[in-house]
């Protein structure tokens, strides 16, 4: 989504004024069973698959059978207008709701993501798919494709050049699924909602790339949705690596050109 503001534009000393277009950035609610759990700022569309990969992330979900129903809240505000920006997500029947720790009734910036189970133990013991034992097999010459082939994709980027991006690729770097959003967080959310509720959950044998960073956050996400490899064209940080190191996800960062960095399960490269 996109919305159009007026500049004014400045190039070697001369000024004039010109519409620009920008990615439009509002709050999203998430409320399971009518009870808020979690808002945070990202671009509107795909919420449905936001909301559900949210919940795979957090342990909640692990299947699209888990869900009941996702509707945007009618009567969300004062005047009993539908804003769409607050979304309920009704559990399927026998599935626990959220634990009352991960409630985030806090603004949360579209840049820092949410913060999740932020421990190693936690993710060692909510994983349901281990990836650690995946037989993932892919060549570094596919791999050095991919962010030619997510960039391409990306046709809200063109317009404003402010999104990131999540691209789903197959062992072949055939593209599945690619979502973008001002949250690299949110982004991958929509990648993983989408295969849950498809039903293509766990997405065993599949690489994960992503246009920024690779943050702990990710690591996570990935490895809670069955993903064995994790690319970004950035920087990992410290924790990213010791938790994709304990959990046997690949992990690649500085993915430019012909060249990267493999900071965990080179094997699956064929690199020792």
Known sequence: MTSRRRVVRV???VSGARPDT???EEPLEIRVGGKPLTITMRTPGHDFDL???FLVGEGVSRSSKDIHSIRYCAGATADGSN???VLDVVLADGVAPPDASLERNFYTTSSCGLCGKASLDAVRTTATWPVDGDDLVISPSTVAELPDKLRTAQLVFDRTGGLHAAGLFSAEG???CLREDVGRH???DKVVGWAAREGKLPLSGTVLMVSGRASFELVQKAVMAGIPLLAAVSAPSSLAVDLAAEMGLTLVGFLRGTSMNVYSR???LGLS
């Open 83 to 85: 804003t769409y920006n």
């Open 11 to 13: 190039v070697e000393g």
């Open 174 to 176: 055939e593209l599945l």
């Open 51 to 53: 909301a559900a990969g």
């Open 266 to 268: 080179p094997d699956r």
């Open 22 to 24: 920008l990615t439009v």
């Open 186 to 188: 949110n982004a991958v």
